[in-house]
């Protein structure tokens, strides 16, 4: 099985976007909204910052050319905290079928985004390990978003403002 680095690797052929998901007032629950916040203040190109609303974006990503779409969010996987799960469309709808903090489940806008274009969808998604109202990222998450920040550095479409990231 491929690791994380070659998974991405393979999304980052093409044109991709990543979307940050979450709500950065339930503290880990915030860890996609900052990591594409991190992401475009380097100036990686195509960062999507939706909060809670991924399905405003959806439009925009489906009429914008990509071949990916990347959803960056924190995500109850069982795992341990700040562990990270790398899905595709159709791992994404059989675990979030339905049930979502959002208001349409990650598992039908991936099914959204893939019967309308060329785009696939993808969830980078990390284990919260708290969902506190009013604290900020605990430090496992934290330490798992600089990673990730890192990792995202050396892929070919953020390679050009890799010297920002990091």
Not at 41 to 56: C, K, L, M, Q
């Amino acid at each position: 099985m491929p690791d994380l680095r070659e998974q991405l690797e393979v999304c980052f052929q093409g044109r991709v976007c990543l979307m940050g998901l979450g709500n950065t007032d339930y503290g880990d629950d915030g860890f996609g909204v900052r990591l594409a916040e991190t992401l475009a203040a380097a100036g990686v190109p195509d960062v999507v910052v939706a909060g809670a609303s991924p399905d405003r974006f959806v439009g925009r990503v489906v009429g914008g050319g990509f071949n990916h779409l990347i959803f960056l969010d924190a995500v109850e996987s069982g795992s341990a905290p700040g562990s990270v799960v790398f899905l595709n469309a159709e791992e994404m709808s059989a675990r979030f079928p339905q049930i979502s903090t959002h208001k349409i489940s990650l598992g039908l806008l991936a099914k959204w985004i893939e019967a309308n274009g060329s785009t696939r969808a993808w969830l980078l998604g990390v284990q919260p390990e708290s969902l506190k109202p009013g604290a900020g990222l605990t430090p496992t998450v934290q330490r798992t978003l600089e990673a990730l920040v890192e990792l995202l550095s050396k892929m070919p479409a953020c390679a050009s403002v890799a010297s920002a990231i990091v």
